[in-house]
């Protein structure tokens, strides 16, 4: 089986050499000059500092060759979580840390199903590093759905464990200054109501599996934007009906570019379709009402307009939790009163 090694070091191409050369059919090439001509290799092999911009710049530029091989195992420099999204956003579908086990390495070659690394555990999540990964991860999936290829689970999953972890650690108003002073726009949005979903989540009480699949859901709730144009989803002031009505597209593309994504659960399809529905009938695309919306979609649906109304715009200026807050309690017959109100607490205080 032949396999393309690409490396950012000399030293780095020799040690995968060593360890694959005497069973495999290697090819090698340096990343900075790299050009990715692993013309019909089962697998690359690439091995990179991920904290260095140029080494992301050239993976970035390469993504549409590297993706044409079926296994892309990336070796990384740290074990920290925003490393690996990183690796997975840049198209990896397994991550290994050095120094490489030859065991390892050569495990994952032969079985598609070997594990890869998981991050620290014992090292402290802050919310910058969480957030940059949220952003690669969230940055990738708009990127695979202009582009048409996979989109990865693997990684959005990884990305909101470290936003539920660093809530949990730091607090929800630590991660919404983090997020508010860090990012803009739609990658900003996703940030706020997936940390806001995992903080609600946590102060209903729910089971460490239904956060993780609120996160997951509040990770994709918006994909479906990635085809409208940046113009109309960052315009300032009020948009026009046909404005309104491309925005309005957005829960059903969601569905449509994840249905059938394998890793995609039926609970978070629903979501990504129905977070824009409301109790009465009065919500969109499907006009559901109470008895057809799940508990995790009014959950959701509470965290993303308050996400909304708290984001932080160029153009204007933010507004208080307080009065956001009022805003959720007005929308009368829309949202669940008792899920509104024990949202107050996340609001206000937390
Ligand atoms: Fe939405
Ligand atoms: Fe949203």
């Not at 991550?95 to 079985?111: C, R």
């Not at 739609?186 to 609120?214: K, N, P, W």
């Not at 160029?314 to 109100?341: F, Q």
Request: aromatic share 4%; with cysteine.
């Amino acid at each position: 089986m032949p396999i393309h090694i690409v490396a950012d070091a000399p030293a780095k191409l020799t040690s995968v050499c060593d360890i694959l050369g005497p069973t495999f059919e290697v090819t090698t090439e340096l990343l900075d000059a790299a050009r990715f001509r692993s013309n019909g290799a089962d697998a690359i092999v690439v091995s990179a500092d991920l904290r260095v911009v140029e080494n992301i710049t050239a993976l970035r530029a390469a993504s549409r060759k590297l993706v044409r091989v079926p296994t892309r195992i990336f070796i990384i420099d740290q074990r920290t979580r925003l490393a690996i999204v990183q690796a997975y956003a840049l198209g990896a579908t397994h991550a290994l840390v050095n120094p490489v086990k030859p065991a390892q390495l050569l495990a994952m070659l032969t079985d598609i199903d070997a594990p890869s690394i998981v991050p620290d555990e014992t090292a402290a999540t802050t919310a910058q590093e969480a957030a940059s990964a949220g952003v690669a991860s969230i940055a990738s999936m708009f990127s695979a759905v202009i582009n048409g290829s996979a989109i990865n689970v693997a990684g959005a999953r990884l990305a909101g464990a470290g936003i539920a972890e660093s809530i949990a650690e730091n607090g929800l108003s630590d991660w919404l200054t983090t997020v508010r002073r860090h990012h803009e726009g739609t990658y900003q949005h996703c940030l706020l109501v997936t940390g806001i979903a995992v903080d609600f989540g946590l102060s209903l009480g729910m089971a460490r599996a239904d956060i993780e699949r609120l996160y997951s859901a509040a990770m994709f709730h918006d994909i479906g934007k990635a085809g409208i144009p940046l113009a109309v989803l960052d315009k300032p002031g009020r948009l026009d009906e046909a404005e309104r009505a491309m925005i309005e597209t957005h829960p059903a593309a969601g569905y449509h570019v994840l249905k059938g994504t394998p890793g995609i659960s039926a609970e978070i399809l629903d979501a990504v379709r129905h977070h824009h529905e409301y109790l009465d009938g009065s919500g969109y695309p499907d006009k559901l009402c109470a008895e057809s919306i799940s508990d995790i979609v009014r959950v959701l649906t509470i965290s993303d307009i308050f996400a909304a109304l708290i984001e932080q715009r160029s153009y204007k200026p933010t507004m208080p939790r307080e009065k956001a807050y009022e805003i959720l309690l007005d929308m009368n017959g829309k949202l669940e009163r008792p899920l509104v109100a024990a949202f107050r607490d996340v609001a206000l205080n937390r």
